[in-house]
């Protein structure tokens, strides 16, 4: 016998098929009695969605989608870590898309989970804004990570990316390091704006005078290499490096081993996240529970989708100074300044 459709449980229910989807996708405009006769009648046909087996009497799918700028490195695989153990330990499944840097392959991601979860955990800090806002399903609810703004209806988590710069310039001038250069993150994404931004405020304020000095990354290992290269050979004095996340960080403390630096002896080095690959490398670097994070982000989706989100609208998460070895003291490595 042929598979049950949407128009089957239309004719069962004698509603149209607009109907049987509102009900079954437990949108709000529909009456409590055409939703009881659309999933008596799918149950009787024993109709599925197309998106896989769901709890009719629930309108669930226990699925999350979930939308990420990659779905390689450390920091993501993180992230997705402490999402699944989260979503596992309540009854849920992941699933998983990644957004580049194009706002219309964002909004054909996101277009893709439609039909197919309950609700969706979007980390977009390089899609603008409006884009991003166009982009989001209006039926679905969602929890966004570090996006670049305000969404109003849609609770957001983010780091606090100026507090973890300051933490690391601060730490590093008081460690007896002045000429500090920042590796920046990609241009668009406003993590990496704000950490740069952060960067030379915190200069202003806890190296006065010390001109701050920029060189352009994107977040990737090789950047932080080439970013070592560019300062080996140039005649700029330095003697710290605040790279915008660890990878860079550890792209630049291997190329200035491999020229025959000392790390922290000729120049120190600090990064930003914390990935576990930063704890083994002994690298200074700001934490920001990524694991966590992912974590209480499916946290505040389910209870929304089960009534029962009591969080603040937008909640900010202040990164930790973890001081490690690639940034210790002055006094203790018995450098001098370097010029």
Not at 30 to 48: F, S
Not at 98 to 103: G, I, L, P
Not at 126 to 135: E, G, Q, T
Not at 288 to 313: C, F, K, N, P, S
């Amino acid at each position: 016998m042929a598979e049950a459709t949407i128009r089957d449980v239309a004719r069962r229910a004698e509603v149209s098929v607009a109907s049987v989807s509102r009900a079954l996708n437990g949108l709000d405009n529909v009456r409590a009695e055409t939703r009881e006769r659309v999933i008596a009648a799918a149950n009787e046909l024993g109709y599925v969605p197309h998106a896989g087996a769901r709890s009719l009497s629930l309108s669930r799918a226990h699925a999350i989608g979930v939308v990420l700028p990659d779905l390689h490195g450390e920091f993501f695989s993180e992230c997705v870590r402490g999402m699944d153990r989260e979503a596992s330990r309540r009854g849920y499944v992941l699933l998983l898309s990644n957004m580049h840097d194009d706002s219309e392959q964002a909004a054909n991601a996101l277009r893709t989970m439609r039909g197919r979860v309950d609700g969706l955990l979007v980390m977009a800090p390089h899609i603008p804004p409006a884009s991003l806002a166009r982009a989001l399903p209006q039926t679905l609810p969602a929890v966004l990570i570090n996006a670049p703004g305000d969404f109003g209806a849609h609770p957001s988590l983010r780091f606090d990316n100026f507090a973890g710069a300051d933490a690391i310039v601060r730490h590093l001038v008081e460690s007896g390091y002045k000429h500090i250069v920042h590796i920046s993150g990609p241009e668009g994404n406003v993590d990496a704006r704000e950490r740069a931004e952060g960067y030379r405020r915190a200069m202003a304020r806890h190296a006065p005078g010390i001109a701050p000095r920029i060189i352009d990354g994107d977040f990737n290992e090789e950047t932080g290499v080439a970013a070592a290269h560019t300062i080996l050979a140039g005649s700029e004095p330095c003697d710290a490096v605040f790279a915008a996340n660890d990878m860079m960080a550890l792209g630049c403390l291997h190329a200035l081993r491999s020229a025959g630096k000392q790390v922290p002896g000729d120049i120190a080095v600090a990064g930003f996240d914390d990935v576990p690959l930063a704890r083994y490398m002994a690298l200074t670097t700001v934490r920001v529970r990524i694991a966590e994070i992912g974590a209480r982000a499916v946290a505040r989706l389910i209870d929304i989708l089960d009534g029962r989100d009591t969080g603040e609208q937008n909640e900010m998460h202040i990164p930790e100074l973890v001081a490690r070895a690639t940034t210790a003291p002055r006094a203790l490595n018995g450098a001098a300044d370097a010029h």
